[in-house]
């Protein structure tokens, strides 16, 4: 209902405005996704350093359940005695992860505002590459989820067999769900999330542990009935290609490391120190569970396979049955997974309605719905993710080429800002201080080791982002190095046209257009009855040259409708066009299109439509919506006003 | 393009009309269903009783493709031993078909323009009786259609076994393409259809002529290697339950026959006497072939089957092998079954667009399309038989207890009704001529005998519908039992809506409606740009009162809204609601329902949209569809023109 002011009250002479207020009626959508949310109910909530790990740890930490396993299948094809180099490799990419690390520490602190990838880029090195980063990163939180909900359904049907076959349709039920639960907004509310990922860490660094005791204390032994290992016919030799393609798998450990850098405002204050620290026990957790449980696999002799997950091997193997621990080991690791799709439920619609702040995407994806969440960017989320999992049947083997790509190319763009920025603030005078959206530029001591650390982050995910590209090509990494040019390519054609709609309806610009002088109606009829003359009595109030047109298609009928037109047409003008093929709307479009070319300068052109109204929706059925269809046909035509003076029954 | 009249031309003083031709320009479709004909194509072909008897036919004849069959199948039911009595029950059916036939001739003698049950029905027992005969004629079209590609597909699976897992597919391929080739519009151009049908009529008359042969020199032998049959799992006693049903199957034998006294008027002068000496001719055919069918079934112990049909078993045992005249059987069966699929997509469309032309259907019926057929029925046919065959999984058996209770009812209406008219003639004093559309009334010596005739049709076709209705009840019977009252009631509630509509909408009896004196104009702005002004200026022509309502999701974007508008609304009321719950088209809808509330009498409202209008059609994705989604929205709104004007960047 909408509140105080009557809108049929008078205008005043000096109110140029009346505010009312509307409030929504409840409706089905009230039931599957909530109550509507005021703007100003959007809140907002800091968290301390333990819940703040559990918060922003999900992405990455959740790489523990498949990264070792697809190291492994990468291994397979050289043979099990090949399983042998997964844990040196292991080590490399830990490597890369301190690395990587320590780049991202440096982000914290110079964006104490919150320094995505493709903020940095943005605000460092341009659009060019801040649009790079953004196609990189939607396409990563796409896959993301596609992944994530793949390996729970993996591990799901590790512990139950019998659901093997239902592996796609479990997938994609979780991405839906979970899509569900995000169009009904739920908050990253700490505690909520805190729980099960802290029960993921206990029960991970259980399994861990008590392998390796059971490891030194000589009790552990191999995985009993390893599944079936799927591999091509014949054993190949290792070759230096086949230890790349396993440390580009195994560098997908480090998804989802930059998190805590994105979202430094979500901390208490010192919220850059509070970030900084979660970063660096994040990183600590992922390395020690990443490294143990690659170095447990090979111990047991675990064989990755499509149909039994590495985790659960190990569960199996480590607490010796399939009892509670081992379910929980699974479940944990489900949870933990699903934590993982839901952060890609968070950033990709966020980021979206950034980039189509900047008019970079369709303006839509900014609109928040009725619970305060950007409605269209999840869903179209939930859409490609659930389709991924459909063509690439869940397989987390499948999907992994298509991923890492985006985010080391992500990570290279945003250490290289950082670098950049490392390099104006040294070139900048004593004094001088350039605020920026996050964050602001002073000149600082010791930028030159800064830009050697960015610098040297930026070369080695430059590298690794090569070596992922050129590896993974063939098994499907050239979908990616097709798809971001093209992705990029289109975000600049929406550029260009918001920038050009702006320039040409400007006001400022080109003032006011100049207004029509003239004003030709014309007005198809069917039949001489009283909608008709409703319409006409409406035309006629617009302008006194009004041309009312018949399509003849049956000659019996026209000499009726020219007998009634000369009782009651009023003297309008009646053109009758005959349809010897029983087309309608072709002869009027094109009768239009002549009046249209022909207009004198300052012309205008309305076409008024008769349109009935039934009295019940499905007394549509028994009409030909010529209406609808003409409107339809004349949506793109320049110039020509549509006016439907509707008619009933009653 | 349009011929010679130039809309531009100003209105002369006496001239209301001018008339200009349209002619059609190539597109896709053209390739698809071929060139537009012109109304005036429409020609009018006689046939002699030679190719008369081929192109009425198919339907009847086809029958003797699954009607010895479907006998069998209830009867299997009692084991093999009870098809002897398939014979008998055979003969009761041909007589059947001898009273149906004689009566039919007089229908043919009394209505030479043409006597469907439709038509006679209507003419003679009133509309409650018509539409009863419409339904169930539609209804039964619809499953000729079906059952016939039904029954092709299962000869041409008998032939080539491993088709059998594709049958379904085969039916609705077959079903689809007849339904292209329909609305391409194939005339039942004589010669066409005749080499075909005798064709057919040749080679199972060979077989039939070869088996008896066989027999009576000892020579037939039994079917080897017969089908499977599939029964249930006990054998029941042959009881009076079975037989009935037996019979009720048989029946289908006389599906179609009514065809040649629907099209008299394609028959060369004499009509009458030429169209009903076809008929006669035709059951003839019929019954010999029918009988001889049957009686050969059972002599080499055919057994009915869902792979292989009994048609299939004749030709294999008649011909001794797979040859080529048994392949000419199977392929003559099958030709014969698409000609019955064709007479379904020739007789729907026409009698639909009959009873919409009577008011009972949608008029949209009644429109040809660009090859001058009813391309909206026959499209409704192919898609409605097209699911049939899916759902009954292409199976004849399964299809026939939904199919003869309509094919009787329709002869019962017709015979009743010629017994009705009889009974008028009877009556009327001499030299008195009553003209109808497609007959006239005058008295006549003899009518008693006449009446008899068609009274003991319509009692016998009566008692069969009984039956049928209730011996195939729950086989599927039920479905058309309920069905029909349901169409009929629909029919009715159509032509209420189209009565009730002319009498509303008619001038002579209410004369103009009274005009309107008030034009309060509202119009929705999203911002203030050039765009705005253009359909600032087009609402300001229309009417002094005009008011501009922005709805206000965001407060800074608010603020320069009012801000621009005071520079540039030319002093237009604005009126801005509060949309704390982000929705746009809810608070504008409750904002117009209110106004529509308080209005004046004579008061008109028009809503004008300011409508983007892109360049490219996808740019259409890059704004919200506003003025689309109100358009909707307010479609069944009553007493609100809705004006869209247009404005794009040039």
């Known amino acids: ?281 994040m990183a600590s957790i992922l390395a020690v569970l990443y490294l143990g449980i690659t170095f447990l696999l090979g111990v047991i002799q675990a064989v990755p396979s499509e149909d039994e997950t590495v985790i659960s091997e190990l569960g199996r193997t480590v607490f010796g049955d399939r009892g509670l621990l081992y379910l929980s080991l699974i479940a944990g690791t489900t949870i933990i997974l699903i934590l993982a799709t839901n952060t890609a439920y968070a950033g990709f619609p966020r980021l979206a309605a950034i980039i189509a702040q900047d008019g970079f995407l369709p303006r839509q994806l900014t609109f928040r719905g009725s619970r305060l969440v950007y409605s269209r960017g999840i869903a179209a989320l939930g859409v490609i993710a659930s389709l991924l999992v459909y063509f690439f049947h869940a397989s987390v083997t499948a999907l992994i080429p298509l991923w890492a790509i985006g985010v080391f190319l992500s990570f290279t763009l945003s250490q290289l800002g950082m670098a950049r920025r490392w390099w104006k603030i040294g070139h900048l005078a004593p004094g001088i201080v350039i605020r920026e959206k996050g964050s602001s530029l002073r000149y600082e001591r010791g930028w030159q080791v800064k830009l050697l650390i960015n610098g040297f982050g930026a070369l080695c995910t430059a590298v690794v982002t090569v070596i992922f590209a050129v590896a993974k090509f063939r098994d499907g990494a ?103 093929y029983r087309t309608f709307i072709e002869p009027f479009l094109e009768y239009i299109d002549k009046l249209y070319s022909q207009r004198q300068p300052n012309e205008r052109i309305t076409i008024v439509v008769p349109q009935f109204v039934p009295e019940r929706w499905w007394h549509n059925l028994l009409h030909t919506q010529t209406a609808f269809w003409l409107r339809f046909a004349l949506l793109f035509k320049k110039g020509i006003a549509i006016t439907e003076v509707p008619y009933q029954v009653d």
Chains 1, 2 share one sequence.
Do not use: C
């Open 1 to 281: 209902m909408t509140e105080p002011v009557n809108p049929q009250s008078e205008p005043e002479p000096n109110v140029i405005h009346q505010v009312a207020r509307y409030k929504p009626v409840r409706s089905w959508r009230t039931w599957l996704i909530g109550n509507p949310l005021r703007s100003a109910d959007a809140e907002h909530q800091t968290v301390g350093k333990a819940v703040g790990l559990a918060v922003f740890a999900g992405d990455a930490l959740s790489s523990v359940a498949y990264a070792p396993q697809e190291t492994l299948v990468m291994l397979a094809a050289a043979g099990t005695a090949a399983f042998s180099y997964a844990f040196p490799i292991a080590i490399i990419v830990t490597v890369l992860l301190a690395i990587v690390t320590i780049s991202y520490q440096q982000t914290i602190h110079a964006y104490p505002g919150g320094g995505g990838a493709y903020t940095v880029a943005r605000d460092n090195l341009g659009d060019l590459p801040a649009q790079s980063a953004g196609a990189s990163l939607l396409v990563d939180y796409v896959l993301l989820a596609a992944v994530a909900v793949s390996s729970a359904a993996a591990q799901i049907v590790s512990a139950y067999p019998f659901l093997i076959p239902y592996r796609v349709p479990l997938a994609i039920g979780m991405v839906l769900l979970i899509m569900l639960a995000n169009l009904r907004g739920v908050r990253e509310s700490g505690n909520a999330v805190a729980i099960p990922t802290y029960f993921f860490l206990a029960i991970t660094f259980l399994a861990v542990g008590v392998g390796l005791f059971r490891y030194f204390t000589g009790t552990l032994g191999v995985v009993e009935n390893p599944p079936l290992m799927q591999v091509g016919a014949a054993i190949q030799p290792v070759t230096w290609f086949i230890l790349l393609r396993t440390f580009a798998n195994g560098t997908t450990a480090l998804t989802g490391i930059e998190a805590v850098s994105n979202g430094v405002t979500a901390f208490k204050e010192p919220r850059t120190h509070n970030a900084a620290i979660t970063l660096i026990w």
């Open 478 to 580: 050239w979908i990616i190095v097709l798809l971001l040019p093209a992705l990029i390519y289109l975000f600049y054609a929406i550029h260009r046209h918001y920038l050009r709609l702006r320039h040409e309806l400007s006001l400022d610009r080109y003032g006011r257009p100049s207004q029509a002088r003239r004003h030709r109606v014309v007005m198809p009829i069917s039949g001489v009855h009283r909608g008709t003359m409703i319409a006409l009595d409406y035309a006629s109030s617009l302008s006194a040259d009004v041309t009312v047109v018949h399509i003849s298609l049956d000659e019996e009928e026209t000499k009726a409708v020219q007998e009634k037109w000369r009782e009651w047409g009023s003297g309008v003008r009646l053109v009758v066009i005959e349809s010897p």
